[in-house]
């Protein structure tokens, strides 16, 4: 049995779990079944694999191919995405479309310009607190960019017209939003940080309104870097829009 739709209804709730500690590794999986079953109120009889020789025996018995391995009432649940579903809890889709990157992203950027603003003025909420929200956004974005260019740079290529005809510059544009965006953040030469946000912001706005407004295409945005699962659009496009809006502040303020 690979897995139960419903956990038993009795007094007396005990499972047995068997998993992987060794002296090199522990499972991080083993850790969180353990737990997730105490939480559930279960008593577990935890049985550790404590050798590779004992692991791959334990597999070979049970016909499995991962541990950890749960069993309730003698018949086994499986490993530890199995019993969150036994308990009727979800379990997150690899490919699935999530936003929870940009929210995360988003909120701390505001988080920091607030309490930047705090340190600086005394003041919460003011036109500096929005600046250094954009600003700093700019520079959260880009770090998730950095961390593997490559890896953005063949996402990006998907849509951004000016990269399509000229290759390197999806490997300047983190590199840009990153300087524009330190820049705007110490209010320090405007004469480099507007133009660049101005053309990385303008070209962006545009290629994303194109592919997916125009074109209907459905893509992954690379915003958050290459390895995101967040669809190209409103997102994408408020990044470059609010670049704009920054730079366009900062020229005639």
């Known amino acids: 049995m690979n897995e139960a739709s419903n956990p038993p209804e009795t007094g007396e709730k005990r499972a047995t779990v068997y998993r992987m500690v060794m002296d090199k590794h522990i499972c991080p999986f083993g850790l969180k079944t353990v737990h997730l079953l105490k939480s559930e109120g279960y008593e577990v009889e935890d049985h550790h694999l404590t050798t590779r020789e004992e692991t791959d025996t334990f597999k070979a018995e049970h016909d499995v191919k991962t541990t950890p391995q749960t069993f309730i009432g003698g018949e086994r649940i499986g490993g530890h995405e199995a019993l969150r579903r036994y308990f009727g809890k979800p379990v997150k889709d690899p490919d699935a479309t999530s936003y929870k990157p940009v929210i995360a992203i988003f909120a701390m950027a505001a988080l920091m310009a607030v309490a930047t603003s705090w340190l600086s003025s005394g003041v919460l909420l003011s036109v500096l607190t929005v600046e250094l929200f954009i600003a700093l ?35 300047i544009y983190p590199f840009a939003e990153g300087l524009a965006g330190v820049l705007m953040v110490a209010h320090a030469l405007h004469w480099l940080s507007i133009p660049i946000a101005l053309f990385i912001g303008g070209i962006g706005a545009i290629s994303v309104f194109y592919a997916v407004y125009v074109q209907k295409r459905e893509l992954k945005c690379a915003c958050v870097g290459g390895g995101s699962n967040v669809p190209l659009g409103f997102v994408s496009l408020t990044e470059n829009v609010m670049m704009v809006a920054m730079a366009l502040w900062m020229l005639f303020t």
Request: include cysteine.
């Open 137 to 171: 956004s700019m520079c959260v974005l880009a770090i998730q960019k950095l961390q593997d260019v490559d890896s953005f740079a063949t996402m990006f290529l998907g849509y951004d017209l000016l990269a399509r005809r000229w290759v390197p510059y999806a490997y």
